[in-house]
Protein backbone atom coordinates (compact mmCIF):
# COMPACT_ATOMS: atom_id res chain seq x y z
CA UNK A 1 0.00 0.00 0.00
CA UNK A 2 1.72 3.46 -1.14
CA UNK A 3 1.75 6.18 1.23
CA UNK A 4 -1.35 8.77 0.95
CA UNK A 5 -0.47 11.41 -2.20
CA UNK A 6 0.15 15.24 -0.93
CA UNK A 7 -3.58 17.12 -0.95
CA UNK A 8 -3.89 18.48 -4.46
CA UNK A 9 -3.48 22.02 -3.32
CA UNK A 10 -1.29 25.41 -4.68
CA UNK A 11 1.10 25.15 -1.77
CA UNK A 12 2.03 21.25 -2.55
CA UNK A 13 2.50 22.21 -6.19
CA UNK A 14 5.15 24.72 -5.04
CA UNK A 15 6.65 22.22 -2.26
CA UNK A 16 7.11 20.59 -5.44
CA UNK A 17 8.60 23.37 -6.97
CA UNK A 18 10.97 23.35 -4.20
CA UNK A 19 11.95 19.85 -5.33
CA UNK A 20 12.64 21.41 -8.87
CA UNK A 21 9.80 19.45 -10.28
CA UNK A 22 6.46 20.53 -12.25
CA UNK A 23 3.76 18.49 -11.34
CA UNK A 24 -0.22 18.63 -12.21
CA UNK A 25 -3.01 16.45 -10.81
CA UNK A 26 -4.89 14.01 -13.12
CA UNK A 27 -8.41 12.83 -13.00
CA UNK A 28 -8.25 9.18 -12.90
CA UNK A 29 -12.10 8.81 -14.12
CA UNK A 30 -11.60 10.79 -16.95
CA UNK A 31 -7.74 11.99 -17.76
CA UNK A 32 -8.46 15.55 -17.37
CA UNK A 33 -4.83 17.18 -16.47
CA UNK A 34 -5.52 19.90 -14.01
CA UNK A 35 -2.88 22.46 -13.57
CA UNK A 36 -2.69 24.36 -11.47
CA UNK A 37 -3.53 21.47 -9.20
CA UNK A 38 -7.63 21.61 -7.92
CA UNK A 39 -9.01 19.35 -5.05
CA UNK A 40 -12.17 18.15 -7.48
CA UNK A 41 -11.72 17.70 -11.30
CA UNK A 42 -13.33 20.87 -13.27
CA UNK A 43 -14.88 18.45 -15.77
CA UNK A 44 -16.23 15.35 -14.05
CA UNK A 45 -16.05 16.67 -10.76
CA UNK A 46 -14.17 13.57 -9.68
CA UNK A 47 -12.13 13.48 -6.50
CA UNK A 48 -9.74 10.37 -8.04
CA UNK A 49 -6.84 12.34 -8.24
CA UNK A 50 -2.97 11.46 -9.02
CA UNK A 51 0.10 13.49 -9.23
CA UNK A 52 1.95 13.17 -12.58
CA UNK A 53 4.87 15.29 -13.83
CA UNK A 54 4.71 17.56 -16.67
CA UNK A 55 7.45 17.86 -18.81
CA UNK A 56 8.64 21.88 -18.66
CA UNK A 57 9.01 22.19 -22.02
CA UNK A 58 7.25 24.32 -24.28
CA UNK A 59 6.35 27.47 -26.82
CA UNK A 60 5.87 31.01 -25.88
CA UNK A 61 1.84 31.85 -26.25
CA UNK A 62 2.32 35.27 -25.51
CA UNK A 63 4.30 37.60 -23.31
CA UNK A 64 4.44 41.26 -22.22
CA UNK A 65 7.49 43.36 -20.69
CA UNK A 66 6.38 45.16 -17.86
CA UNK A 67 7.99 48.61 -16.87
CA UNK A 68 5.37 49.22 -13.98
CA UNK A 69 5.98 46.77 -11.36
CA UNK A 70 3.98 46.13 -8.71
CA UNK A 71 5.63 47.32 -5.18
CA UNK A 72 7.60 43.97 -4.70
CA UNK A 73 9.01 43.88 -8.12
CA UNK A 74 10.40 47.33 -9.16
CA UNK A 75 13.81 46.25 -8.99
CA UNK A 76 13.42 44.00 -11.61
CA UNK A 77 11.18 46.08 -13.87
CA UNK A 78 11.97 45.74 -17.07
CA UNK A 79 11.18 42.40 -17.37
CA UNK A 80 9.47 40.14 -19.23
CA UNK A 81 6.42 37.91 -18.22
CA UNK A 82 4.78 35.51 -20.79
CA UNK A 83 2.02 32.13 -20.99
CA UNK A 84 3.70 28.96 -22.33
CA UNK A 85 1.82 26.46 -23.73
CA UNK A 86 3.99 22.87 -22.78
CA UNK A 87 3.78 20.22 -24.99
CA UNK A 88 0.92 18.36 -23.28
CA UNK A 89 -1.28 21.41 -24.03
CA UNK A 90 -1.24 22.68 -20.86
CA UNK A 91 -0.34 26.33 -20.05
CA UNK A 92 1.53 27.56 -17.00
CA UNK A 93 2.37 31.87 -17.03
CA UNK A 94 5.81 32.72 -15.77
CA UNK A 95 8.93 35.03 -15.67
CA UNK A 96 10.83 34.32 -18.91
CA UNK A 97 14.33 34.93 -17.79
CA UNK A 98 17.79 35.12 -20.12
CA UNK A 99 16.34 36.40 -23.55
CA UNK A 100 17.07 40.10 -24.27
CA UNK A 101 13.73 41.94 -25.03
CA UNK A 102 14.69 42.50 -28.94
CA UNK A 103 14.45 38.18 -29.15
CA UNK A 104 11.47 37.45 -27.44
CA UNK A 105 8.73 36.08 -29.84
CA UNK A 106 5.80 34.50 -30.17
CA UNK A 107 6.28 30.55 -30.66
CA UNK A 108 9.73 30.70 -29.27
CA UNK A 109 11.12 27.18 -27.29
CA UNK A 110 11.45 27.64 -23.65
CA UNK A 111 12.23 25.43 -20.95
CA UNK A 112 11.30 26.05 -17.43
CA UNK A 113 13.77 26.20 -14.91
CA UNK A 114 13.37 26.76 -11.06
CA UNK A 115 14.60 29.06 -8.16
CA UNK A 116 14.10 27.21 -4.66
CA UNK A 117 14.93 30.44 -2.62
CA UNK A 118 11.85 31.46 -0.23
CA UNK A 119 11.06 34.72 1.20
CA UNK A 120 10.37 34.29 4.67
CA UNK A 121 7.54 36.15 3.67
CA UNK A 122 4.17 34.39 3.33
CA UNK A 123 3.20 32.95 1.19
CA UNK A 124 7.28 31.74 1.48
CA UNK A 125 6.71 29.88 -1.87
CA UNK A 126 9.80 29.26 -4.34
CA UNK A 127 9.38 30.54 -7.95
CA UNK A 128 9.90 29.01 -11.02
CA UNK A 129 10.16 30.68 -14.59
CA UNK A 130 11.35 30.11 -18.10
CA UNK A 131 14.43 30.25 -20.19
CA UNK A 132 15.47 29.40 -23.88
CA UNK A 133 15.95 25.79 -24.65
CA UNK B 1 -40.33 41.10 -29.82
CA UNK B 2 -38.01 43.42 -27.67
CA UNK B 3 -38.15 42.18 -23.97
CA UNK B 4 -40.41 43.36 -21.65
CA UNK B 5 -39.20 45.53 -18.44
CA UNK B 6 -37.29 44.08 -15.74
CA UNK B 7 -36.89 47.18 -13.96
CA UNK B 8 -36.74 50.72 -14.63
CA UNK B 9 -34.47 53.83 -14.15
CA UNK B 10 -36.01 56.71 -12.66
CA UNK B 11 -33.27 59.31 -11.72
CA UNK B 12 -29.23 58.31 -11.94
CA UNK B 13 -26.24 60.19 -10.22
CA UNK B 14 -22.66 60.60 -10.94
CA UNK B 15 -20.12 62.41 -8.94
CA UNK B 16 -17.19 64.48 -10.52
CA UNK B 17 -14.36 62.31 -11.59
CA UNK B 18 -10.93 63.18 -11.06
CA UNK B 19 -8.63 63.68 -8.52
CA UNK B 20 -10.79 64.56 -5.21
CA UNK B 21 -8.00 65.30 -2.61
CA UNK B 22 -9.87 65.39 0.78
CA UNK B 23 -12.48 63.07 -0.11
CA UNK B 24 -12.92 59.64 0.74
CA UNK B 25 -15.42 56.74 -0.58
CA UNK B 26 -18.15 58.18 1.95
CA UNK B 27 -18.40 61.41 0.78
CA UNK B 28 -17.86 60.80 -2.62
CA UNK B 29 -21.32 58.45 -2.57
CA UNK B 30 -22.88 60.94 -1.09
CA UNK B 31 -22.20 63.65 -3.76
CA UNK B 32 -23.67 61.12 -6.48
CA UNK B 33 -26.44 60.02 -4.18
CA UNK B 34 -27.65 63.91 -3.51
CA UNK B 35 -27.89 64.13 -7.60
CA UNK B 36 -30.01 61.52 -8.22
CA UNK B 37 -32.53 62.54 -5.25
CA UNK B 38 -32.10 65.88 -6.16
CA UNK B 39 -33.26 65.06 -9.99
CA UNK B 40 -36.46 63.19 -8.51
CA UNK B 41 -38.50 65.48 -6.94
CA UNK B 42 -41.15 63.06 -6.48
CA UNK B 43 -39.26 60.65 -4.43
CA UNK B 44 -38.93 60.51 -0.85
CA UNK B 45 -35.58 59.56 -0.18
CA UNK B 46 -36.21 58.31 3.17
CA UNK B 47 -39.47 56.43 2.49
CA UNK B 48 -38.99 55.45 -1.00
CA UNK B 49 -36.00 53.72 -0.73
CA UNK B 50 -35.63 50.28 0.62
CA UNK B 51 -32.50 49.09 -0.20
CA UNK B 52 -28.89 49.91 -1.22
CA UNK B 53 -26.32 47.86 -3.20
CA UNK B 54 -23.11 49.44 -3.88
CA UNK B 55 -19.87 47.92 -6.04
CA UNK B 56 -16.36 48.64 -3.66
CA UNK B 57 -13.73 47.05 -4.77
CA UNK B 58 -10.92 47.28 -2.69
CA UNK B 59 -10.42 47.97 1.34
CA UNK B 60 -6.67 48.35 0.73
CA UNK B 61 -6.90 51.91 -0.51
CA UNK B 62 -8.38 53.77 2.37
CA UNK B 63 -7.96 50.88 4.74
CA UNK B 64 -11.82 50.34 5.09
CA UNK B 65 -13.97 47.82 4.59
CA UNK B 66 -17.61 47.35 5.79
CA UNK B 67 -18.36 49.99 3.07
CA UNK B 68 -22.35 49.12 2.45
CA UNK B 69 -23.42 50.33 5.77
CA UNK B 70 -20.92 52.90 5.78
CA UNK B 71 -21.95 54.79 2.20
CA UNK B 72 -25.65 54.11 3.36
CA UNK B 73 -24.95 55.99 6.69
CA UNK B 74 -23.64 59.21 5.10
CA UNK B 75 -26.10 59.05 2.01
CA UNK B 76 -28.81 59.48 4.83
CA UNK B 77 -30.23 56.03 4.24
CA UNK B 78 -29.77 54.22 7.44
CA UNK B 79 -31.55 51.53 9.12
CA UNK B 80 -32.04 50.45 5.12
CA UNK B 81 -29.99 47.38 4.58
CA UNK B 82 -27.10 48.17 2.40
CA UNK B 83 -24.66 45.13 1.24
CA UNK B 84 -21.74 46.12 -0.53
CA UNK B 85 -20.47 43.88 -3.94
CA UNK B 86 -16.95 42.93 -4.55
CA UNK B 87 -16.31 41.80 -8.14
CA UNK B 88 -12.99 43.79 -9.13
CA UNK B 89 -13.79 46.17 -11.38
CA UNK B 90 -17.09 45.02 -12.30
CA UNK B 91 -18.19 45.48 -8.70
CA UNK B 92 -21.00 48.17 -9.46
CA UNK B 93 -22.36 46.21 -12.80
CA UNK B 94 -22.86 43.50 -10.73
CA UNK B 95 -24.94 45.91 -7.88
CA UNK B 96 -26.90 46.68 -10.69
CA UNK B 97 -27.94 43.02 -11.64
CA UNK B 98 -28.10 42.47 -8.30
CA UNK B 99 -30.56 45.10 -7.57
CA UNK B 100 -32.56 44.05 -10.49
CA UNK B 101 -32.72 40.91 -8.95
CA UNK B 102 -34.22 42.45 -5.59
CA UNK B 103 -36.99 43.72 -7.29
CA UNK B 104 -37.76 40.55 -9.45
CA UNK B 105 -37.86 38.75 -6.42
CA UNK B 106 -40.79 40.79 -4.87
CA UNK B 107 -38.79 41.55 -1.89
CA UNK B 108 -38.02 45.09 -2.74
CA UNK B 109 -39.35 47.81 -5.28
CA UNK B 110 -37.03 50.87 -4.95
CA UNK B 111 -33.45 49.98 -4.42
CA UNK B 112 -30.51 52.42 -4.95
CA UNK B 113 -27.31 50.76 -7.23
CA UNK B 114 -23.96 52.43 -6.95
CA UNK B 115 -20.71 52.36 -6.64
CA UNK B 116 -17.49 54.09 -5.66
CA UNK B 117 -13.48 54.36 -5.45
CA UNK B 118 -10.63 56.63 -4.37
CA UNK B 119 -7.67 55.57 -5.65
CA UNK B 120 -5.74 58.67 -6.39
CA UNK B 121 -4.30 59.31 -2.76
CA UNK B 122 -1.92 56.42 -3.88
CA UNK B 123 0.99 55.72 -5.40
CA UNK B 124 1.01 54.12 -8.93
CA UNK B 125 2.94 51.43 -7.44
CA UNK B 126 0.34 50.87 -4.45
CA UNK B 127 -2.56 51.17 -7.03
CA UNK B 128 -1.19 48.82 -9.45
CA UNK B 129 0.01 46.44 -6.46
CA UNK B 130 -3.93 46.36 -5.43
CA UNK B 131 -5.59 46.36 -8.50
CA UNK B 132 -3.26 43.01 -9.31
CA UNK B 133 -5.17 41.28 -6.19
CA UNK B 134 -7.73 41.11 -8.58
CA UNK B 135 -5.59 38.43 -11.02
CA UNK B 136 -4.39 35.21 -9.62
CA UNK B 137 -2.57 35.40 -6.57
CA UNK B 138 -0.29 32.13 -6.97
CA UNK B 139 0.28 31.96 -10.61
CA UNK B 140 -0.04 35.82 -11.90
CA UNK B 141 0.81 38.14 -9.14
CA UNK B 142 3.59 36.18 -7.59
CA UNK B 143 5.60 35.98 -10.94
CA UNK B 144 5.02 39.59 -11.18
CA UNK B 145 2.05 40.12 -13.57
CA UNK B 146 0.46 43.20 -13.34
CA UNK B 147 -3.33 44.25 -14.89
CA UNK B 148 -2.02 46.30 -17.27
CA UNK B 149 0.38 42.71 -17.62
CA UNK B 150 -2.56 40.64 -18.01
CA UNK B 151 -3.95 43.39 -20.85
CA UNK B 152 -0.96 43.55 -22.78
CA UNK B 153 -0.51 39.53 -23.16
CA UNK B 154 -4.24 39.61 -24.81
CA UNK B 155 -2.85 42.27 -27.13
CA UNK B 156 0.16 40.82 -27.88
CA UNK B 157 -1.78 37.38 -28.79
CA UNK B 158 -4.72 39.35 -30.54
CA UNK B 159 -2.03 41.17 -33.00
CA UNK B 160 -0.14 37.78 -33.30
CA UNK B 161 -3.15 36.35 -34.58
CA UNK B 162 -4.76 38.89 -36.30
CA UNK B 163 -2.76 41.44 -36.65
CA UNK B 164 -4.03 44.05 -34.97
CA UNK B 165 -1.44 46.90 -34.58
CA UNK B 166 -0.48 49.07 -32.10
CA UNK B 167 -1.90 52.27 -33.94
CA UNK B 168 -5.31 50.78 -33.85
CA UNK B 169 -4.98 50.58 -30.05
CA UNK B 170 -4.00 54.10 -30.28
CA UNK B 171 -7.32 55.40 -32.35
CA UNK B 172 -9.17 53.74 -29.49
CA UNK B 173 -7.55 56.35 -26.91
CA UNK B 174 -8.05 59.08 -29.17
CA UNK B 175 -11.80 58.50 -30.08
CA UNK B 176 -12.21 58.38 -26.15
CA UNK B 177 -10.14 61.01 -25.64
CA UNK B 178 -12.17 63.24 -27.98
CA UNK B 179 -15.55 61.91 -26.34
CA UNK B 180 -13.93 63.52 -22.72
CA UNK B 181 -13.18 66.50 -23.79
CA UNK B 182 -17.64 67.00 -24.21
CA UNK B 183 -17.76 65.42 -20.50
CA UNK B 184 -17.74 68.27 -18.40
CA UNK B 185 -17.54 65.44 -15.51
CA UNK B 186 -14.65 63.57 -17.09
CA UNK B 187 -11.33 63.22 -15.67
CA UNK B 188 -9.42 64.07 -18.58
CA UNK B 189 -10.63 66.71 -20.59
CA UNK B 190 -7.65 66.86 -23.34
CA UNK B 191 -7.75 66.01 -27.19
CA UNK B 192 -4.64 63.33 -27.59
CA UNK B 193 -3.10 61.98 -31.27
CA UNK B 194 -2.02 58.78 -32.58
CA UNK B 195 1.60 60.03 -32.57
CA UNK B 196 1.18 60.91 -28.83
CA UNK B 197 -0.37 57.88 -27.67
CA UNK B 198 2.60 55.77 -29.32
CA UNK B 199 5.08 58.01 -27.97
CA UNK B 200 4.07 57.68 -24.38
CA UNK B 201 6.29 55.50 -22.24
CA UNK B 202 5.38 52.12 -22.17
CA UNK B 203 3.30 50.58 -18.89
CA UNK B 204 3.51 47.06 -20.45
CA UNK B 205 4.84 46.35 -23.85
CA UNK B 206 2.46 46.55 -26.29
CA UNK B 207 0.38 48.68 -23.93
CA UNK B 208 1.75 52.77 -23.25
CA UNK B 209 -0.18 54.81 -20.95
CA UNK B 210 -2.41 55.97 -23.59
CA UNK B 211 -3.61 52.47 -24.28
CA UNK B 212 -5.07 52.48 -20.06
CA UNK B 213 -7.75 53.85 -18.15
CA UNK B 214 -7.34 56.79 -15.74
CA UNK B 215 -6.37 56.17 -11.63
CA UNK B 216 -9.76 58.19 -10.82
CA UNK B 217 -11.73 58.84 -7.86
CA UNK B 218 -15.52 58.96 -8.46
CA UNK B 219 -18.61 57.63 -7.60
CA UNK B 220 -22.26 56.57 -9.38
CA UNK B 221 -25.71 55.30 -8.72
CA UNK B 222 -29.39 54.41 -10.25
CA UNK B 223 -32.70 54.37 -8.32
CA UNK B 224 -33.90 51.56 -9.80
CA UNK B 225 -38.15 50.88 -9.43
CA UNK B 226 -40.19 48.18 -10.20
CA UNK B 227 -41.88 49.25 -13.74
CA UNK B 228 -45.16 49.77 -12.62
CA UNK B 229 -44.15 52.19 -10.65
CA UNK B 230 -41.64 54.55 -12.58
CA UNK B 231 -44.27 56.75 -14.09
CA UNK B 232 -44.80 57.96 -10.26
CA UNK B 233 -41.11 59.30 -10.27
CA UNK B 234 -40.79 60.40 -13.77
CA UNK B 235 -42.47 61.01 -17.19
CA UNK B 236 -39.32 59.56 -19.22
CA UNK B 237 -37.49 56.44 -17.25
CA UNK B 238 -35.06 54.37 -19.06
CA UNK B 239 -36.02 50.50 -18.82
CA UNK B 240 -33.47 47.72 -18.37
CA UNK B 241 -34.61 44.91 -20.87
CA UNK B 242 -31.94 42.74 -20.48
CA UNK B 243 -29.09 41.46 -17.95
CA UNK B 244 -26.49 39.00 -18.58
CA UNK B 245 -23.67 37.69 -15.69
CA UNK B 246 -21.13 35.01 -16.15
CA UNK B 247 -18.07 33.97 -14.93
CA UNK B 248 -14.68 32.37 -15.79
CA UNK B 249 -11.43 31.32 -14.67
CA UNK B 250 -9.10 34.22 -12.60
CA UNK B 251 -6.36 33.20 -14.62
CA UNK B 252 -6.19 34.62 -17.92
CA UNK B 253 -3.72 31.44 -18.55
CA UNK B 254 -5.88 28.66 -18.31
CA UNK B 255 -8.79 30.37 -20.76
CA UNK B 256 -9.09 28.42 -24.11
CA UNK B 257 -8.14 31.74 -26.23
CA UNK B 258 -6.07 34.87 -25.01
CA UNK B 259 -7.75 37.03 -27.63
CA UNK B 260 -12.02 36.97 -26.18
CA UNK B 261 -13.08 37.03 -23.10
CA UNK B 262 -15.68 34.07 -22.69
CA UNK B 263 -17.62 35.57 -19.81
CA UNK B 264 -18.09 38.56 -22.17
CA UNK B 265 -19.79 36.92 -24.95
CA UNK B 266 -21.72 34.33 -22.74
CA UNK B 267 -23.02 37.42 -20.55
CA UNK B 268 -23.78 39.47 -23.70
CA UNK B 269 -25.61 36.67 -25.35
CA UNK B 270 -28.06 36.22 -22.33
CA UNK B 271 -29.02 39.87 -22.21
CA UNK B 272 -29.60 40.13 -26.19
CA UNK B 273 -31.46 37.19 -25.56
CA UNK B 274 -33.24 38.72 -22.78
CA UNK B 275 -33.76 41.78 -24.73
CA UNK B 276 -34.96 40.30 -28.08
CA UNK B 277 -32.45 42.43 -29.48
CA UNK B 278 -29.59 41.60 -31.85
CA UNK B 279 -26.51 43.85 -31.96
CA UNK B 280 -27.49 45.58 -34.95
CA UNK B 281 -30.06 47.32 -32.93
CA UNK B 282 -28.09 49.08 -30.94
CA UNK B 283 -27.86 52.45 -30.98
CA UNK B 284 -24.87 53.56 -28.33
CA UNK B 285 -22.96 51.32 -25.60
CA UNK B 286 -20.74 51.65 -22.98
CA UNK B 287 -17.98 49.58 -22.79
CA UNK B 288 -15.30 48.46 -20.57
CA UNK B 289 -12.35 50.02 -22.13
CA UNK B 290 -9.70 49.89 -19.18
CA UNK B 291 -7.26 48.99 -21.97
CA UNK B 292 -7.71 50.18 -25.66
CA UNK B 293 -7.26 46.56 -26.50
CA UNK B 294 -10.15 45.56 -24.08
CA UNK B 295 -12.72 47.89 -25.92
CA UNK B 296 -11.41 46.55 -29.36
CA UNK B 297 -11.98 42.68 -27.89
CA UNK B 298 -15.19 43.86 -26.68
CA UNK B 299 -16.51 45.10 -30.24
CA UNK B 300 -15.76 41.61 -31.50
CA UNK B 301 -17.37 39.76 -27.87
CA UNK B 302 -20.86 41.66 -28.00
CA UNK B 303 -21.33 40.80 -31.72
CA UNK B 304 -20.67 44.53 -33.33
CA UNK B 305 -17.95 42.71 -35.47
CA UNK B 306 -16.60 39.40 -36.42
CA UNK B 307 -13.55 38.01 -34.30
CA UNK B 308 -10.34 39.85 -35.01
CA UNK B 309 -12.07 43.20 -37.19
CA UNK B 310 -11.92 44.68 -33.74
CA UNK B 311 -9.00 46.85 -34.94
CA UNK B 312 -10.63 47.74 -38.31
CA UNK B 313 -13.87 48.97 -36.43
CA UNK B 314 -12.47 52.05 -34.83
CA UNK B 315 -9.87 52.72 -37.69
CA UNK B 316 -12.80 53.28 -39.89
CA UNK B 317 -14.64 55.47 -37.63
CA UNK B 318 -17.64 53.45 -37.10
CA UNK B 319 -17.60 53.69 -33.08
CA UNK B 320 -17.09 57.50 -32.89
CA UNK B 321 -19.78 59.80 -32.31
CA UNK B 322 -21.42 60.16 -35.84
CA UNK B 323 -20.80 56.57 -36.80
CA UNK B 324 -22.54 53.99 -36.98
CA UNK B 325 -22.73 52.72 -33.34
CA UNK B 326 -20.82 55.23 -31.00
CA UNK B 327 -18.93 53.59 -28.26
CA UNK B 328 -18.01 55.37 -25.21
CA UNK B 329 -19.39 58.52 -26.08
CA UNK B 330 -18.93 59.51 -21.99
CA UNK B 331 -15.24 59.29 -22.83
CA UNK B 332 -14.93 55.47 -21.48
CA UNK B 333 -12.67 54.37 -18.38
CA UNK B 334 -9.96 55.29 -20.76
CA UNK B 335 -10.91 59.35 -20.24
CA UNK B 336 -13.74 59.80 -18.14
CA UNK B 337 -11.46 57.58 -15.59
CA UNK B 338 -12.05 53.87 -13.88
CA UNK B 339 -12.43 54.57 -10.41
CA UNK B 340 -13.05 50.67 -10.32
CA UNK B 341 -16.16 50.03 -7.90
CA UNK B 342 -18.05 53.22 -9.85
CA UNK B 343 -17.26 51.85 -13.33
CA UNK B 344 -20.09 49.81 -14.00
CA UNK B 345 -22.95 52.56 -12.74
CA UNK B 346 -21.18 54.76 -14.29
CA UNK B 347 -21.22 53.51 -17.64
CA UNK B 348 -25.46 52.81 -16.91
CA UNK B 349 -25.36 56.78 -16.04
CA UNK B 350 -24.50 57.58 -19.14
CA UNK B 351 -27.09 55.28 -21.27
CA UNK B 352 -29.43 57.02 -18.82
CA UNK B 353 -28.35 60.37 -20.18
CA UNK B 354 -28.37 59.33 -23.86
CA UNK B 355 -31.74 57.48 -23.71
CA UNK B 356 -33.17 60.70 -21.85
CA UNK B 357 -31.36 63.11 -24.41
CA UNK B 358 -29.89 64.54 -21.64
CA UNK B 359 -25.65 64.08 -22.53
CA UNK B 360 -26.00 67.44 -24.24
CA UNK B 361 -22.88 67.86 -26.51
CA UNK B 362 -21.90 64.26 -26.77
CA UNK B 363 -25.64 63.30 -27.31
CA UNK B 364 -26.15 60.47 -29.96
CA UNK B 365 -28.98 61.92 -31.58
CA UNK B 366 -32.49 59.81 -31.28
CA UNK B 367 -30.48 57.28 -29.08
CA UNK B 368 -33.35 54.77 -28.18
CA UNK B 369 -31.61 51.71 -27.31
CA UNK B 370 -28.34 51.07 -25.52
CA UNK B 371 -25.27 48.48 -23.31
CA UNK B 372 -23.41 48.78 -20.84
CA UNK B 373 -20.75 46.16 -20.61
CA UNK B 374 -18.47 46.11 -17.42
CA UNK B 375 -15.39 43.26 -17.21
CA UNK B 376 -14.25 42.08 -13.53
CA UNK B 377 -10.26 41.35 -13.64
CA UNK B 378 -9.00 40.15 -16.47
CA UNK B 379 -12.27 38.56 -17.35
CA UNK B 380 -13.53 36.53 -14.73
CA UNK B 381 -16.31 38.02 -14.34
CA UNK B 382 -18.75 40.00 -16.80
CA UNK B 383 -21.96 42.00 -16.23
CA UNK B 384 -23.75 43.00 -19.94
CA UNK B 385 -26.88 45.35 -19.01
CA UNK B 386 -29.68 46.59 -22.77
CA UNK B 387 -31.51 49.40 -21.76
CA UNK B 388 -34.45 51.54 -24.25
CA UNK B 389 -36.51 54.34 -23.42
CA UNK B 390 -40.10 55.13 -22.39
Redesign the interface.
Known amino acids: MSEKPPPFTVSSFYKFVSEKKLMAAKCDKCGTILLPPKPMCTKCLSTNLEWIELEGVGKLLSYTIIYVAPVQFQSLAPYIVGIVELKSGLRLPGMIRGVEQEEIRVGMDLKIDFDTSVSSQWPAWPRYFFRPL | MVGKPLVSIVSAGLSKFGRLDGMYCREIFAEAVKEAFEKCPNLDPVKDIEALFVGHMGEAYEHQGHTGPTLADWAGMLPKPAVRIESACASSGIALRTGILAILSGLHKIVIVGGVEKMTHRT ?3 V ?2 FL ?1 MASD ?10 F ?2 LY ?6 HM ?1 EYGTTEEQMAQVAVKNHHNGTLNPKAHMQKEITVEKAMAS ?7 KLYDCSLITDGASCLILTHPDLAKKFTDSPVHIIGSGQASDTI ?4 REK ?1 TTLRAARLAGQEAYKMAGLEPKDLDVAEIHDCFTIAEIIAYEDLGLCSSGKGGSLVEEGTTELGGNIPINPSGGLKSKGHPVGATGTAQAYEIYLQLTEQAEERQVKGAEIGLSHNVGGSGATAGVHIYRRE
Open positions: TAETEALPFEQWHGITPGALMATAHKVVAWPLGLYEL
